[in-house]
């Protein structure tokens, strides 16, 4: 059984036997980045005609090839730590680099300024702390607006109970602040959350933020966030690129005067990689049957973070039938260590190698040592 997703992402034409030599090779789980498919990802984007400029979160995936053939596709990079304006700034400077993050210590802010980022703040705190740091700087403001979107409640980010963006009703008091030190608000954002599938949304975002910026006297650029989803289960329709692009032209041509920005992660980088791990183990508990595999929790979070679904297919044995129902489990000493809860495989056996599908974005970024277990290895091809 292979899902439709799968099928359509071009690892289905790449030879399996490749994959297969490839885990024969390396004993160890590897993450598996296809190139070519990152530059198709990013080329599709740039081919949009509404935004003005793009921005590739890394934290989706920092991978140096990754990070490089991205920017090499026109991207700016999108950065929320002093390490990921580091990795970013070997290949793009100034203007292009941005500086997004959240709760963050003063000592980042100044070394981002340093480094000519544009930088986002979204709370009050540091302009009136310290604002002297940011004296004659233009700076972007986050805003919330109110709500939240996106695949699950952890990967929300707007409406009360989230602690990003500056709440609507401070937004006075943050101009005040900013007068007081001469900064430049040039520049309204908001990123509502992950793997958003309704290309309305962005729409609505942008509409919300141009009303906004009737408020300033010198916005340029607004930024709507990243989110694009990537359908992960076999009921869930790919996102319409083309419907996205004519709403954000309609919106944008009510308020022509604004660069459009979007800061994707997940869309570039998700289906351009596989997570290849091995069968360790077969166990039969109960009505359960278990089949272990080299890589666990701590390669790849997302199933027991967010309930995330990711294909999982046995590489050695597809032409078999899909007839077992597994609990697809790694060896992290975890309950939560499940990377596929009921999902229908041939009959395993040790040594089988099993292919985990969109393994590209929040996989190897997200990775610990907990258990002292080396996460996934991360190869390119
Ligand atoms: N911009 C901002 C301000 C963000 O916080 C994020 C992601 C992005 C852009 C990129 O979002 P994307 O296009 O990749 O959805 N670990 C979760 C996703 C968390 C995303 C955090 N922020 C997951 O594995 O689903």
């Given at each position: 059984?292979?899902?439709?997703?799968?099928?359509?992402?071009?690892?289905?034409?790449?030879?399996?036997?490749?994959?297969?030599?490839?885990?024969?090779?390396?004993?160890?789980?590897?993450?598996?980045?296809?190139?070519?498919?990152?530059?198709?990802?990013?080329?599709?984007?740039?081919?949009?005609?509404?935004?003005?400029?793009?921005?590739?979160?890394?934290?989706?995936?920092?991978?140096?090839?990754?990070?490089?053939?991205?920017?090499?596709?026109?991207?700016?990079?999108?950065c929320v730590s002093l390490e990921e304006l580091g990795?970013?700034?070997?290949?793009?400077?100034?203007?292009?680099?941005?500086?997004?993050?959240?709760?963050?210590?003063?000592?980042?802010?100044?070394?981002?300024?340093?480094?000519?980022?544009?930088?986002?703040?979204?709370?009050?705190?540091?302009?009136?702390?310290?604002?002297?740091?940011?004296?004659?700087?233009?700076?972007?403001?986050?805003?919330?607006?109110?709500?939240?979107?996106?695949?699950?409640?952890?990967?929300r980010t707007g409406g009360a109970g989230s602690k990003?963006?500056?709440?609507?009703?401070?937004?006075?008091?943050?101009?005040?602040?900013?007068?007081?030190?001469?900064?430049?608000?040039?520049?309204?954002?908001?990123?509502?959350?992950?793997?958003?599938?309704?290309?309305?949304?962005?729409?609505?975002?942008?509409?919300?933020?141009?009303?906004?910026?009737?408020?300033?006297?010198?916005?340029?650029?607004?930024?709507?966030?990243?989110?694009?989803?990537?359908?992960?289960?076999?009921?869930?329709?790919?996102?319409?690129?083309?419907?996205?692009?004519?709403?954000?032209?309609?919106?944008?041509?009510?308020?022509?005067?604004?660069?459009?920005?979007?800061?994707?992660?997940?869309?570039?980088?998700?289906?351009?990689?596989?997570?290849?791990?091995?069968?360790?183990?077969?166990?039969?508990?109960?009505?359960?049957?278990?089949?272990?595999?080299?890589?666990?929790?701590?390669?790849?979070?997302?199933?027991?973070?967010?309930?995330?679904?990711?294909?999982?297919?046995?590489?050695?044995?597809?032409?078999?039938?899909?007839?077992?129902?597994?609990?697809?489990?790694?060896?992290?000493?975890?309950?939560?260590?499940?990377?596929?809860?009921?999902?229908?495989?041939?009959?395993?056996?040790?040594?089988?190698?099993?292919?985990?599908?969109?393994?590209?974005?929040?996989?190897?970024?997200?990775?610990?040592?907990?258990?002292?277990?080396?996460?996934?290895?991360?190869?390119?091809?």
């Open positions: 059984y292979v899902g439709h997703h799968v099928r359509e992402t071009p690892w289905w034409q790449l030879r399996r036997t490749d994959l297969l030599e490839l885990a024969r090779q390396q004993a160890a789980p590897s993450y598996v980045y296809d190139l070519s498919t990152v530059r198709e990802r990013a080329r599709r984007l740039r081919a949009l005609s509404a935004p003005d400029r793009w921005f590739y979160a890394l934290k989706a995936n920092s991978h140096p090839d990754v990070l490089q053939a991205i920017s090499e596709e026109g991207f700016g990079l999108e990795a970013a700034s070997r290949l793009v400077k100034g203007g292009r680099l941005l500086f997004t993050p959240n709760f963050a210590p003063r000592a980042e802010y100044e070394a981002a300024l340093q480094m000519g980022a544009r930088v986002t703040l979204d709370n009050l705190h540091p302009l009136a702390h310290w604002g002297e740091a940011f004296r004659g700087r233009d700076i972007i403001l986050r805003v919330d607006l109110g709500v939240g979107r996106g695949h699950h409640d952890k990967v990003f963006g500056l709440a609507m009703d401070e937004i006075e008091t943050f101009r005040t602040l900013a007068r007081q030190h001469d900064v430049h608000v040039v520049g309204l954002h908001a990123h509502l959350g992950s793997g958003i599938l309704d290309a309305g949304h962005w729409h609505e975002v942008y509409g919300q933020l141009a009303a906004l910026a009737q408020r300033f006297t010198r916005i340029e650029a607004i930024n709507i966030g990243g989110g694009l989803g990537v359908p992960a289960r076999p009921d869930e329709a790919p996102m319409d690129l083309a419907a996205l692009d004519a709403a954000l032209a309609e919106i944008k041509a009510a308020y022509p005067q604004f660069q459009l920005w979007m800061e994707p992660g997940r869309y570039l980088v998700a289906e351009a990689g596989v997570l290849l791990t091995q069968v360790s183990q077969t166990k039969r508990k109960g009505d359960y049957r278990y089949v272990g595999l080299t890589a666990g929790m701590n390669s790849l979070i997302r199933p027991a973070l967010y309930d995330a679904w990711h294909e999982i297919v046995n590489l050695t044995r597809l032409e078999q039938p899909a007839d077992t129902l597994y609990q697809v489990v790694g060896p992290i000493c975890e309950s939560g260590d499940v990377l596929g809860a009921n999902r229908k495989l041939p009959a395993c056996e040790e040594g089988d190698v099993i292919l985990i599908a969109q393994g590209g974005a929040y996989g190897a970024t997200m990775a610990s040592h907990y258990n002292l277990r080396a996460p996934a290895q991360e190869i390119v091809i």
